[in-house]
């Protein structure tokens, strides 16, 4: 797989997530999109989102609350790209989501891998896929971030097989 595979995908389910094409995050401007539910988004997001800025890099896709398209779009539109992204100027954000009863709640950064660096290590331990109920004693406070005890439904690998899929 290549870097440039890997960033595909990875629009894509942004892309899925905020109701927007891949193609949106790629751009050379700003883009505010109306948030939606979506059946193939992440399962631990709450849709619609009430604003999620999103950028690879070259542009902010927000994907927001219909009531607040015009703040954000005047938001991402007044700062350098990656000024957005920080304090002070989230507190202008902020102070105009106030108005609504809403508040600057999580902040995430994720990385994607670099192919032509990573490199294959020895493994000591023994790696095995895991089928649903192989899952039971895994449900401890040291995995919450990897699987959710209260949605054992969505424990599970499909997921990346259907991104990963050529079409």
């Known amino acids: 797989m290549t870097n440039r595979e890997i960033l595909e ?21 700003n883009k505010v999109v ?25 542009n902010i ?6 009531e607040i398209a015009s703040v954000t ?3 991402i539109n007044k700062y350098q790209l990656e000024h957005c992204f920080e304090t002070p100027n989230f507190h202008v954000l ?10 600057i709640c999580f902040m ?5 891998p670099d192919v032509n660096v990573l490199k294959r290590l020895s493994c000591d331990y023994e790696v095995k896929l895991l089928l649903p109920d192989e899952f039971s004693g ?5 995995w919450e971030n990897a699987l959710s005890e209260k949605r054992k ?13 050529k079409t």
């Open 9 to 29: 995908i990875a629009m894509r389910q942004s892309a899925i997530d905020c109701n927007c094409d891949a193609a949106d995050f790629e751009l050379h401007r």
């Open 34 to 58: 109306i948030s939606k539910e979506n059946p193939l988004a992440r399962k631990y997001l709450e849709l619609p989102f009430y604003c999620d800025l999103v950028s690879y890099g070259d």
């Open 61 to 66: 896709v927000a994907s927001v609350s219909a």
């Open 73 to 75: 779009e005047d938001y």
């Open 94 to 103: 902020n102070d105009e989501f106030q108005k609504y009863g809403m508040r």
């Open 108 to 112: 995430a950064e994720y990385f994607l």
């Open 138 to 142: 895994l449900y401890k406070s040291e």
């Open 153 to 165: 439904t969505l424990d599970m690998l499909d997921r990346w097989e259907r991104l990963t899929a």
